[in-house]
Nanobody, 122 residues
Framework: QVQLVESGGGLVQPGGSLRLSCAASGRILNINTMGWYRQAPGNVRELVADITSGGRTRYADFLNGRFTISRDSAKNTVYLHMNSLKPEDTAVYYC????????????????WGQGTQVTVSS
């Protein structure tokens, strides 16, 4: 199976910065895409950013350049650098991995982390 370990969440003041990390482990042959999603109370889960194995990135329009996604392929780890945080960024942030795995052969599947709470408040 595949396990995702998230870390880096917490309480920060408006305008502050935070870095989230997500490390994947297990019977992974290749990771296609790693990304971050978030869900606030009363809202649907939405894409924040993701990055492909080739380094192509995608960001949500509402970020306005405040966040940066990066990855360390050797460690199967993805990071989300969050700057100029706003109260509206408060949510549970989930890591997602789209990967080729060993399961009765080679299979493509998607996995979610447990989520890490980010709270932006003064």
């Amino acid at each position: 199976q595949v396990q995702l370990v998230e870390s880096g969440g917490g309480l920060v003041q408006p305008g502050g910065s935070l870095r989230l990390s997500c490390a994947a482990s297990g019977r992974i042959l290749n990771i296609n895409t790693m990304g971050w999603y978030r869900q606030a109370p009363g809202n649907v889960r939405e894409l924040v950013a993701d990055i492909t194995s080739g380094g192509r990135t995608r960001y949500a329009d509402f970020l306005n350049g405040r966040f940066t996604i990066s990855r360390d392929s050797a460690k199967n780890t993805v990071y989300l650098h969050m700057n100029s945080l706003k109260p509206e960024d408060t949510a549970v942030y989930y890591c997602n991995v789209d990967a080729m795995i060993e399961r009765n052969g080679v299979t493509r599947d998607s996995y979610w982390g447990q989520g890490t709470q980010v709270t932006v408040s003064s």
